[in-house]
């Protein structure tokens, strides 16, 4: 099986366990005793925002290798991991508006989680325009490498000084030092949300992988292809 | 480190003797920083809002636009003639190259800043006479980071195309911690607050400007490389 396919399948396993979480979040765990019907979109938002964030780690840790490597196949992955991270990311801020609407009355507001999402968003952004801008593979994953790394250390700073503003942002429930305060069927859901969006990351990072490879393979002119 | 140092300065002199001699980037950054503040007088309604609600804002909207201004011309300068080959053939060490550039960019961006915040403080009549060194302090801090960081990135895009474009592009996200930071104390010595309140800004300052300085000299060499 070839690694396109292999991808293929992963993704499409992911996508029917992702209606599958769907059903178990809407039919069969109870519903949040304040925020009613809108917290179901907790199950989506979280787990995505837990990969927008990890993605960008991988882009950074593939950078550092790469730099030292030398290998195409860390940039690849970092390209495929940037690529799957943005669409994260846009999953993470259009939920999290739907949600911010009948909750907090407004679709957007400069709290500190949603400013960090979004400057994470113009990262990934940024970081694929130069990778688009730049025709030499080699110099391109060298650059890509050096801007993944440094983004990579942003991340901490931007939590950091939107944090030192105040936060309208509900408080981790699940990733906290102490033990998680939902119920046990919600937090089930919740697992089964995370294990499915790391299956979608996999599946969708390899399905990307197998494209560079395809693209790379064929090109033998320093991998000239130029997506923009 | 005395070699490193010596080197640096080489680099940077070259540089400023270069841009002190043709004046024309200096006098237009210049220019520039005074229109933006001039356009900010338009932009706001003087009736609405009291100017020292206002004047954070201004002061580093301006010096953010005016730095990556001076940033963008960094490496540009390098292209013709291929003084860049030049330069990395000579027995520079990479990480003396990036402190010359730092520090000549520094400079720039020094210059530029001391005469926006005259300007600054004379149109829009802000009272800076007893915050002026914490203030100056401020501005230091916050413009070691955002020229640690442009540096880099302007010496990472010369040959990518659209290059003045896509260095506002990526680095816009990298200014807004620093400039959060430098607002938000701004915004307090304005306010006559006492500067205790502002420890964990100046803290999250001093520690941007250390991680990316040393991250810069560290990832500059895989930028300039052929």
Not at chain 1, 23 to 49: C, D, N
Not at chain 1, 55 to 75: E, N, S, T
Not at chain 1, 209 to 221: K, N, P
Not at chain 2, 7 to 34: G, N, P
Request: hydrophobic content about 55%; glycine content about 8%; overall charge positive.
């Amino acid at each position: 099986m070839s690694l396109t396919q292999k991808g293929r399948w992963i993704s499409v396993v992911a996508l029917l366990c992702l209606a599958a979480v769907y059903v178990r979040a809407l039919a069969f765990t109870p519903l949040e005793r304040l925020q009613g019907p809108a917290q179901k979109i907790f199950y989506l938002h979280v787990p995505a925002a837990i990969w927008t964030e990890a993605a960008m780690v991988l882009v950074g840790l593939a950078g550092i290798f790469y730099l030292f490597l030398k290998d195409p196949r860390l940039d690849r992955f970092a390209e495929a991991s940037a690529e799957v991270g943005t669409v994260f990311a846009t999953i993470v801020l259009t939920t999290g508006p739907i949600w911010g609407k009948p909750i907090w009355g407004t679709w957007w507001t400069w709290d500190a989680r949603l400013t960090s999402t979004l400057l994470l968003f113009f990262l990934y952004v940024g970081y694929l325009l130069v990778r688009g801008s730049v025709r030499d593979a080699g110099l391109r994953a060298r650059y890509a490498a050096v801007l993944g790394i440094c983004g990579m250390c942003l991340v901490p700073f931007i939590h950091m000084s939107v944090y030192l503003f105040r936060t309208l942002h509900p408080q981790p429930i699940i990733l906290k030092p102490s033990a998680p305060s939902l119920p046990a069927s919600m937090l089930a859901t919740w697992l089964f949300s995370l294990a499915t969006f790391t299956l979608l990351y996999v599946g969708f990072v390899t399905q990307r992988y197998a494209l560079s490879l395809a693209r790379d393979s064929r090109g033998g002119e320093e991998g000239s292809s130029g997506h923009v | 480190m005395g070699e490193l140092i010596a080197q640096a300065w080489i680099v940077a002199r070259k540089d400023l003797v270069l841009e002190f001699r043709t004046r024309t980037a200096l006098i237009s950054a210049v220019v520039f920083t005074a229109l933006v503040l001039t356009v900010f007088n338009f932009g706001r309604d003087p009736t609405a809002v009291p100017t020292i609600d206002l004047a954070p804002t201004i002061l580093w909207v301006t010096f953010t636009f005016a730095a990556m201004l001076a940033l963008n011309r960094a490496f540009q300068l390098e292209l013709e003639n291929q003084a860049l080959e030049g330069l990395l053939v000579s027995p520079l060490s990479r990480t003396s190259l990036y402190w010359g550039k730092l520090i000549a960019n520094l400079v720039f961006v020094a210059v530029v800043e001391g005469v926006g915040l005259p300007l600054f403080v004379l149109f829009f009549d802000v009272p800076v006479g007893r915050v002026l060194l914490p203030l100056i302090g401020v501005i230091a801090l916050a413009t070691l980071g955002f020229v640690a960081v442009g540096t880099l990135f302007s010496a990472l895009v010369i040959r990518t195309r659209f290059a003045e474009l896509l260095l506002v592009v990526i680095l816009l996200p990298f200014l807004v911690p620093p400039l959060i930071g430098a607002v938000q104390v701004t915004a307090r010595l304005l306010g006559g607050r006492p500067l205790s309140e502002s420890v964990g800004y100046l803290k999250l300052l001093a520690a941007y400007d250390i991680v990316f300085v040393s991250l810069a000299s560290f990832l500059f060499r895989f930028t300039v490389d052929e």
